[in-house]
């Protein structure tokens, strides 16, 4: 670190410009350089920088220099609601708020989106909790959900062709649960009538014709055959197994007696017969052998034509039947997909005819066995009508909210079970629609940070959005024996996503798809401009609450309380917050404490109370941080004066709740070249807002200071005891004063804080939170006692966001506390300094008995050391 020599003061007074003696207070400051003398100068080898000296005292400064500043009235400092805007004794004599208010821009919007049904027309519905948004899009779909464009039932059902990809079936509204109603009479009919048909009279003559015709014929055959083997000595008969079965067998005929193998080994071991009899015979059965397989194939050939034309006819005889009862069917529903529909279950009944009488014929009588009725599920399976949209009750456009949505939800899916083998399968029937496709021809509502958390939700959805086609599919497919595809359906719903504005923009920017999805930006102002009309209407919905929640009614003065309440949360005079969540949540909270009181009404002693009933249940850590401030573990002075050290303001929130409190903020300067140094960016505790800041300090310093040559410094920033994040740029005028200070050697009073944003040409810019910060330096006075001269300075622009509580109110009333609105650098640094801060001279310089004029001149001693230490 680098040391200078500085100048003799008119009072006799030297120090030395370091580190550690820029943030002694002001009179320890004196103190010390009185005590060091001259001596400690005339120790240090001359250097050409003891030709120019830093300029550090504070002389006199003759009052008539210093320009007055008008502090803010107690007027100034609260605003109430005027007697004439609540002209009523209690709210129930208003009529009560039937409609949305303040948000006539989001209402405009959401209806042209609800309005075009043209693809991309979605609608992003944008603004902070509390806004009404989820009321204000139910409340505007419900107008509109009578003009129902085309509604649908939607069906899966069997495909014979390809099982694995069901057919999907859509139907005018209504007619889904008609068709599937309409199938399973069939089927009740077809079940209870294959089994009679096989019954009656006339069918089974007809069986009975076919089977006497082959058995004919099959006699014939064999008959034909036995008389050509009689002559050469065998005859035709049948051979039994050993399992039981017969089968054709020709036998020779030994004195006109059939013997088979066997008996003819034995006849031959009995010497009944020679052996050459028996090579004779067996000779001859070879050659007659191949005769009898011959006869075996004619004879199987005659039975396949047997089963073949009883098929036909038990075929043709059920076809008519199926024709008959698929009819009316047919004629409800002449389409084609329906036709090739009915086209399968026809042939796929016929061809499993055999199955279907067995099994129906087994139910009928009685019969319990479970293969048989496994079977029977195997089989009405294939012709169940899987509804999985029926709209057969609604009459006006689906409006759906998908609180929590999952891919199964929101999508559909499909279900897995076990089969009789005990593994996981899937078909047609276990399909399920999701809310997209259920809210078809409608609207459905969800909330973006839902979509947006799980990627697979946001991706799906956008290929519904930009292709219209919904794929019903289950994400986990593992373990599973066999997987469908079902059938694409097209589908036109309107999405409605309630987002935060920020998200929309990144959106807009990231994604280049998404401006073709959402065209339909709905924007929820949290604040309107407050007038006689929106308190009036802030009344009728205090009306409307009460009815609803059986809450107690407000007179004027606890609706008027409530109403200050909003104009205070909307941090401006000329607003009034549209979170109306929150203004409900107040007036629940004083009904509670009047109706635990005996209360008949509201009044502002209730809501006043609720107010400070949330504050406590809030402040905690408030709390704590006053009693450390107080107990002077948290360093911050509220009285003296001292260089480089600011009472800068901050905000803290818990929940709804926020609060203020000073922070100490210090500088130190020394040669060199590193310019400002932010603490708490070097430790990446800074937010970039806060960085942007203090490098703006840079600029402006220039623009002040560096007209006629460069400046060369070092100096750091820190917010002490801070060991959180920081952000924001409301300290920026705080921190050039710090520097001011620490560089002039001009002490910054501390009975004052002060809170402001800065640009690079020293205008003061507004902030947010000024009742927040004012409060918080107000309490730390309080705790360690008015003095009476304390007080904040502020950005002028924030005057008329000024509404605090009735205890400043009356301290300021009293001149026991301050509050001075700011416009520029200069006026920042008069009333924290109480010293002229100086007008540029032609000559590009500023007046030595001035802020800037000691600046100025201790920046070129800084720069002229800096350049001698390089």
Not at 130 to 154: A, N, P, S
Request: proline fraction near 3%; include cysteine; charge should be neutral.
């Amino acid at each position: 670190m680098h040391t200078v020599n500085y100048a003799e003061l008119p009072i006799g007074k030297q120090t030395r410009l370091t580190e550690t003696n820029y943030c002694e207070d002001n009179s320890d400051y004196q103190k010390s350089n009185m005590a060091k003398k001259n001596s400690d100068v005339s120790k240090k080898t001359p250097t050409t920088a003891s030709k120019k000296r830093l300029k550090t005292a504070k002389p006199a400064v003759p009052v008539a220099m210093l320009r007055k500043f008008v502090p803010l009235t107690a007027a100034d400092a609260q605003w109430v609601c005027p007697t004439k805007w609540v002209k009523f004794k209690t709210t129930r004599e208003l009529i009560p708020l039937n409609k949305i208010v303040g948000q006539d821009r989001a209402i405009e919007a959401i209806r042209l989106g609800a309005q075009i049904r043209s693809q991309g027309y979605n609608i992003w519905a944008s603004g902070v909790v509390g806004t009404g948004r989820m009321t204000t899009v139910r409340q505007i779909l419900d107008e509109h959900k009578h003009l129902v464009e085309e509604l649908y039932d939607f069906a899966y059902v069997y495909n014979f062709k390809q099982p694995e990809c069901p057919v999907l079936l859509r139907f005018d509204v209504g007619e889904g649960r008609v068709f599937k109603e309409m199938m399973s009479d069939c089927f009740t009919v077809i079940k209870r009538r294959i089994p009679m048909l096989f019954d009656e009279e006339q069918f089974q003559s007809k069986r009975k014709e076919i089977i006497q015709r082959y058995q004919t014929l099959e006699q014939d055959l064999l008959q034909e055959y036995d008389a050509k083997l009689r002559p050469v000595g065998f005859v035709l008969g049948q051979l039994q197994e050993e399992d039981g079965t017969t089968r054709s067998e020709i036998f020779p005929l030994v004195d006109g007696k059939p013997l088979s193998p066997d008996e003819l080994d034995e006849l031959l071991a009995k010497g009944g017969i020679t052996l050459k009899e028996v090579e004779k015979i067996r000779k001859k059965y070879a050659i007659h052998r191949d005769e009898l397989n011959d006869l075996g194939r004619r004879s199987l050939r005659l039975m396949t034509n047997f089963k073949r034309e009883l098929s036909k006819h038990d075929r043709v005889a059920v076809e008519i039947l199926l024709n008959a009862v698929l009819s009316d069917v047919r004629h409800s529903f002449p389409r084609e997909r329906v036709e090739q529909y009915l086209l399968g279950v026809t042939a796929f009944l016929l061809r499993h005819l055999e199955e279907y009488v067995k099994a129906y014929s087994a139910q009928q009588a009685g019969v319990v066995d479970p293969v048989a009725d496994e079977q029977i599920k195997v089989l009405e399976r294939k012709h169940y009508v899987n509804l999985i949209v029926d709209n057969y009750d609604t009459k006006t456009a689906p409006i759906l909210v998908e609180t929590s949505p999952t891919f199964a939800s929101l999508f559909g899916t499909i279900e897995k079970r076990m089969d009789s083998s005990g593994f996981v399968v899937s078909d047609f029937t276990n399909i399920r629609a999701g809310s997209l496709l259920r809210a078809d021809g409608g609207y459905i509502v969800l909330n973006a940070m839902d979509l947006l958390a799980d990627a697979t939700l946001w991706n799906a959805l956008k290929k519904v959005l930009l292709y219209n086609r919904l794929e019903i599919q289950s994400p986990e497919n593992q373990m599973q024996l066999n997987q469908i595809n079902p059938e694409w359906i097209k589908v036109n719903v309107k999405v409605i996503l309630l987002g935060d504005p920020s998200i929309y923009d990144a959106l807009w920017a990231a994604d280049e798809d998404f401006h073709k999805m959402f065209k339909v930006h709905s924007q929820f102002d949290d604040t309107a401009k407050l007038s006689v009309t929106m308190v009036q209407n802030y009344c009728r919905f205090f009306h409307r609450l009460a009815q609803e929640e059986s809450l107690l009614h407000c007179n004027a003065s606890g609706a008027s309380a409530i109403v200050e309440w909003a104009v205070a949360y909307s941090e401006s005079k000329s607003k009034i917050s549209l979170q109306f969540s929150y203004v409900a949540d107040v007036f629940r909270e004083a009904s509670h404490f009047a109706k635990i009181n005996g209360g008949k009404i509201v009044t502002r002693t209730h809501v006043l109370h609720a107010l400070e009933q949330r504050r406590w249940r809030s402040n905690s850590v408030d709390i704590q941080m006053r009693e450390e401030i107080t107990k002077g573990t948290l360093l911050i002075d509220v009285k003296g004066e001292r260089v480089g050290q600011i009472n800068g303001l901050t905000v803290y929130e818990a929940g709804i709740v926020a609060y203020g409190k000073p922070s100490r903020i210090t500088a130190t300067v020394s040669a060199g070249n590193a310019g400002i140094v932010n603490i708490e960016r070097e430790v990446d505790m800074s937010g970039a807002i806060h960085s942007k800041g203090v490098l703006i300090l840079s600029g402006l310093l220039r623009s002040l200071f560096s007209r006629s040559q460069p400046i060369s410094f070092t100096a750091s920033i820190a917010f002490e005891q801070s060991y959180g994040g920081i952000d924001g740029d409301s300290a920026s005028v705080a921190e050039i004063l710090i520097l001011l200070s620490a560089i002039s050697n001009i002490p910054i009073r501390q009975d004052f804080a002060i809170t402001g944003s800065i640009n690079q040409k020293g205008d003061v810019q507004p902030i947010g939170g000024v009742n927040e910060k004012i409060t918080g330096f107000f309490e730390v006075c309080m705790d360690r006692g008015l003095t009476g001269t304390q007080g904040v300075a502020i950005p002028y622009q924030n005057v008329s966001d000024i509404m605090l509580r009735d205890e400043i109110v009356e301290a300021i009333r009293k001149k026991k506390f301050f509050i001075y609105p700011i416009t520029t650098l200069e006026d920042a640094v008069e009333i924290m300094m109480r010293y002229p801060a100086g007008e540029i001279g032609t000559d590009s310089t500023f007046p030595e008995d001035t802020v800037y004029g000691k600046v100025q001149h201790n920046l070129d001693v800084l720069h002229e050391a800096s350049r001698n230490a390089k």
